[in-house]
Every structure is written in structure tokens, then in C-alpha cells.
């Protein structure tokens, strides 16, 4: 797996751990640049790409999802 995803929240500044999610991205598991450009925290949550279409990785950008897919035809179902 090369990726995971990781949240986006509202607010600015450092996560906190109950800080509600804006937005889920797709990162690669290298860093905390979004797969649609945006720069994300490193201490923000993060969970697996399987979650990737589910509604525990929504709501989802997708922008990510556009390019995720794209890399990821096979992940389509
Ligand atoms: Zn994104």
C-alpha cells in the first residue's frame, strides 16, 4: 500500500485529537502532501486507503479521488 489517507479539520493550527474532519485526502505514505496539491499536518489523523470509499473516509476530496483512481484503476471495484 502506498497511500493513506489523512484529515483535513476546520480549524487551524495543531489537531486536536477530537477535532472534527473537514475533509478526508489521499497522501502518499511518505509525507503529508496531498495527492490534489494541498499541504496537510503531519499530526493529523491518518487511516488506511481501504477506508478510500466507505463512509469512514467520507466526506473525501475529490480531487484525491480523481488521481487516486487514476493511479488506482484496479481499485474501482
Ligand atoms: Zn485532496
Known sequence: MEHEMRAEYEESGPPR???????????RLDGAHAMCGRELD???AT?????????????????CGAMYLREHPQDTG
Open 47 to 63: 487511516q488506511s486507503a481501504e477506508a478510500w470509499g466507505t463512509p469512514a473516509g467520507e466526506p473525501f476530496c475529490h480531487s
Open 17 to 27: 485529537a477530537d477535532a472534527p474532519v473537514k475533509i478526508w485526502h489521499m497522501v
Open 42 to 44: 503531519p499530526a493529523a
